[in-house]
């Protein structure tokens, strides 16, 4: 599978290009555009799969949908243009091993061969971080698209990194995160307009998106006429 990721940062689309008989999983939605040489498919699990009811309802726990499409290329040389839902930006992550942890709703597509599943996070860190308690978690090897609002950067942490609750992307399982303070005291911390912040530790990649939703959606909401 070979993929161009076009008008970055803040509108950004992926095409990808299939030979025959390749096959890639997306997100219910994400398909903008395709040739005409797929045949599509929707289930519950990974293709190929078996027991996929209880997979898809972890799934809508972490944010994401129960189906999965299935998009396989009867032709070769087929074009399949996927989107995210929001404006921002869509990255690659190439998996050899291990997992990576993705926030609920970043999660757009990978080859057939990554596990999709659900990864608790616990109540604590869901509750102070304004994230889901479940995460969705890819493992194997393959290739990823994640998708973000905003743009989003890549930091490869080698001890400790901070980063505001709301902008986590996706991590790698050799990374922790605990909930903390974002200043020396609670008080001073959201009087400076950061609050709670997550702290990782470990050394691994973590992607970050330069704006959140709910901050967004604050910001725009007093600013809309009621119809």
């Not at 096959?23 to 599509?40: D, K, L, P, Q």
């Not at 996927?82 to 999660?107: F, N």
């Amino acid at each position: 599978m070979q993929f161009e990721l076009m008008y970055r940062p803040a509108m950004t689309v992926a095409q990808l290009t299939l030979q025959q008989h390749e096959s890639v999983t997306c997100e219910v939605g994400a398909m903008v555009a395709m040739s005409t040489g797929f045949h599509v498919e929707t289930t519950s699990r990974k293709k190929g799969g078996k027991g996929g009811l209880l997979k898809g309802v972890k799934r809508m726990f972490s944010g994401e949908s129960f189906f999965l499409n299935h998009f396989t290329s009867t032709e070769p040389g087929q074009k399949l243009i996927i989107g995210p839902s929001l404006l921002g930006d869509v990255m690659h992550h190439r998996l050899t091993g291990g997992s990576l942890i993705v926030q609920g709703s970043s999660w757009m597509a990978s080859s057939t061969d990554i596990e999709i599943d659900s990864t608790w996070q616990g109540f604590g860190k869901a509750l102070f971080s304004g994230e889901s308690m479940f995460w969705v978690k890819c493992s194997g090897t393959g290739d990823l698209f994640l998708n973000s609002f905003g743009a989003i950067h890549e930091i490869d942490v080698q001890s400790e990194y901070v980063v505001d609750t709301g902008h986590i992307v996706a991590f790698e399982d050799t990374l922790q995160f605990r909930i903390g303070k974002a200043g020396q005291s609670l008080i001073g911390s959201f009087l400076g307009g950061e609050g709670l912040v997550c702290k990782f530790s470990g050394q691994g990649k973590l992607y970050v998106q330069s704006h959140n939703p709910p901050s967004f959606g604050q910001a725009l909401g007093p600013k809309l006429k009621p119809r």
